[in-house]
């Protein structure tokens, strides 16, 4: 984190490159479903990878339960449902989009699903610049109705590029601080972004008072408002 | 003399006010997020006991931070324990992660359960 603080620091969210300055939704209009059912425990599953490094889900996994334990939510402990799964025949996100979410329900206790699928998870590095970009979809759903609660994407890019003004300088410092960047802090971005949109839990001191938090970008949660 | 007062409300004040700043947090989480990630990375005998020193400096030190244990710290806990062959100590810290959050109750059915079938299979084997 340090390392990153240190770094000349652009964050861009690619969807709002547009022209048309994005619409604002208040989490109450955004996500009804959320507040009339309400959900409590949630288990997250494994990433569906859509990114080019093998290993983005594993890494990631380490990342959500702190996010979503301090929005309120009692998170099941991911360790320990990756070993049940395992226990049952499943080690892949893909694995786990056809099944009946009820079963999760019966297997865990949970009221509802996280489901993440990562879609970039890159390094990209050239002469004089470089960046990071973590990049991913969430979509929670319930247990009991199978209904879509909150759905929300998002793209975070670490720009890791030397700005001295001085050429050679640059190329060097673009080169160690892209081959220095952890994916981690970037996924720590997403996600602080992404579960800022989430009402929250009855752990959380707001519980049932931030539905007129006008905070969540219209084209980003696109899935629940269609 | 007055000086010397107001240089401890001086720092009396920054002091409540960075305490302000970082006491947000509903848990204490210590240093949770880069052992977890280092045993993911590269899962040895090494980042197994740091993670497990992490976990067990969060229960002993929330209540001193004036935060509570997070969701699912026993029971990674208990996964250890599990793992380590130890299956009265994962009872007892699966029974705690149930003790502090009730949600937890149907996982931690369903695992005792995977434990005693796990358990006789071993018997049975030996």
């Known amino acids: ?226 | 003399m007055i000086k010397y007062v107001l240089n401890i409300v001086i720092t009396l004040g920054i002091l409540a006010l960075t305490a302000c700043a970082t006491s947000t947090s509903l848990y204490y989480w210590g240093d949770y997020s880069q052992s977890a990630y280092d045993l993911k990375l590269e899962p040895s005998e090494k980042t197994v006991s740091a993670h497990k020193n992490a976990l067990l400096d969060i229960i002993d030190n929330a209540a001193q931070k004036n935060k509570k244990i997070p969701p699912g710290i026993y029971a990674e806990l208990a996964k250890m324990a599990f793992e380590a062959n130890n299956p009265a100590g994962a009872r007892a810290f699966l029974e705690q992660e149930k003790a502090l959050f009730p949600e937890s109750g149907r996982m931690v059915e369903v695992w005792l359960e995977l434990m005693d079938k796990k358990g006789a299979e071993n018997e049975a084997t030996s």
């Open chain 1, 1 to 226: 984190m340090k390392r990153l603080a240190s770094l000349a620091m652009v964050v861009l969210t690619l969807q709002m490159v547009g022209c048309t300055a994005p619409t604002f939704l208040t989490k109450g209009e955004a996500y009804p479903k959320m507040y009339q059912e309400g959900t409590n425990a949630i288990v997250v599953v494994p990433a569906v990878n859509r990114s080019t490094a093998a290993d983005a889900p594993q890494l990631y996994s380490t990342t959500i339960a702190q996010p979503l334990a301090e929005a309120g939510y009692y998170v099941l402990p991911i360790p320990m449902v990756e070993m049940m799964l395992a226990y049952e025949g499943v080690s892949e996100g893909e694995q786990l989009r056809n099944v009946d979410v009820t079963k999760f329900k019966t297997m865990f206790g949970a009221d509802s699903v996280l489901f993440v699928t990562i879609n970039q998870w890159d390094t990209n590095y050239y002469i004089t610049g470089g960046n990071v970009t973590v990049g991913a979809d969430f979509e929670l759903i319930s247990t009991t109705s199978k209904q879509i609660l909150w759905t929300y994407r998002n793209v975070v890019v670490i720009n890791t590029s030397g700005n001295s003004g001085n050429l050679l300088a640059d190329i060097i410092t673009t080169a160690i601080t892209t081959a220095m960047v952890d994916y981690v802090p970037v996924a720590h971005q997403v996600n602080q972004s992404v579960i800022a949109t989430l009402p929250v839990g009855k752990y959380h001191s707001r519980f049932g008072t931030d539905a007129g938090d006008k905070v969540v970008n219209q084209a980003l949660a696109e899935k629940v408002a269609q």
